[in-house]
């Protein structure tokens, strides 16, 4: 009995454990170049188009952002990777001019409020990014995990997609090519 | 109380095993990212509920682990191959307790609107990991009192 129970214990561990490093294996942080820029959900395709509404009822579109490069990020307020990951693009982001790129922080969770929003956005973003509440766009986007992001370049080319918690190093590499 | 005779006898073990359990997920996550502790003791300042349950949910398994081995050597009457739903307890506390949606664990598994709604119900799975575990403790004899071993011993 106690073998029995040994080993469900390292099973159960074992599975664990390959599901998250495979996390890190499969993850689709990729920057590759495609020539036909097809619609698409993969690196070097047109990102699909999108229309949402902000907290202050205004109308977002894929086509407000053309001409500079846009970072999206999908996240929830209470997601602590997300805070560290947004903390550490707008130190980018200031550095940068705090005007070479565009942001929009999207909020998938529907129990979440516009207030709620707005209080994350004063906390871990800058002002003039962009923020939204869509299930939809998620849905669209194929978004499984909270912190997934998105790179767009200035002609709404996906360039970049992750799931990993946004380190301040690995953001220079991404953006500093389309800026 | 066998529980507390199992501490006295094993507190390194009992110490290791409660702090390994609480730091377990940071430092599975720290082969994904450098962020993992920053991340982890963020979760831990921002949710202090999830917080204190966990923290009680490792203590426990420290307790619920020494207890198991130590009735395993030296009690006759307690049933250490009752302790399967110990296990469930860990891995349910340890898969659901913090955030779902935001790390892998289940994310893989289940869809993202569900993952979220796991999320908001962290509390209840920590309790529920807890109540198991606990009950686990029950099953392998943690609850009885020492002389009552001693005499089925004897």
């Known amino acids: 009995m106690f073998m029995n129970t040994k080993i469900i214990d390292l099973v ?20 590759a170049q495609t020539s036909k820029p097809n619609e698409g959900l ?26 500079k490069p846009l970072f999206i990020f999908f996240t929830a307020t209470y997601c602590t990777p997300c805070q560290i990951g947004a903390q550490n693009l707008a130190k980018y982001d200031d550095e940068h001019g705090g005007n070479a790129f565009n942001v929009l922080i999207e909020f998938i969770d529907d129990k979440e409020t516009d207030n709620q929003f707005l209080d994350w956005k004063k906390q871990f973003g800058r002002d003039d990014w962009y923020v939204a509440r869509d299930i939809d766009m998620a849905s669209n986007y194929h978004v499984q995990f909270l912190d997934t992001k998105y790179v767009f370049d200035k002609d709404g080319i996906i360039r970049w997609i992750d799931i990993k918690p946004l380190e ?6 991404v953006l500093s090519p389309l800026l | 109380m066998r529980l507390i005779e199992a501490i006295k006898d094993k507190p390194i073990l009992a110490a290791t095993l409660a702090i390994g359990m609480f730091f377990v997920i940071p430092i599975i996550q720290s082969f994904n990212t450098s962020l993992a502790f920053e991340i982890w003791f963020r979760d831990l300042y921002q949710k202090p509920l999830n917080s204190v349950l966990y923290i009680a949910f490792s203590i426990l398994f420290g307790m619920f682990i020494t207890v198991y081995l130590h009735s395993r050597s030296s009690c ?79």
């Not at chain 2, 796991?118 to 009950?135: N, Q």
């Open chain 2, 76 to 154: 006759i009457d307690c049933k250490t191959g009752k302790a399967k739903s110990g296990v469930a307890g860990t891995v349910l506390g340890f898969m659901i307790g913090v955030c779902p949606a935001c790390f892998s664990f289940i994310g893989f598994l289940i869809p993202l609107t569900a993952s979220i709604f796991l999320t908001t119900l962290a509390p209840i799975f920590l309790l529920a990991s807890i109540a198991i575990i606990l009950y686990s403790i029950f099953r392998v004899g943690g609850f009885k009192s020492i002389s009552v071993n001693r005499e089925l011993e004897s």
């Open chain 1, 42 to 67: 993969d690196v070097g395709n047109k990102a699909p188009d999108f229309k949402l509404m902000g907290p202050l009822k205004e109308i977002i579109t894929k086509s407000n952002f053309t001409g």
């Open chain 1, 12 to 31: 159960m561990l074992a599975v664990i454990f390959i599901v998250t490093m495979s996390n890190g294996i499969v993850n689709p942080s990729i920057s």
């Open chain 1, 168 to 173: 301040y190093a690995s953001i220079g590499p």
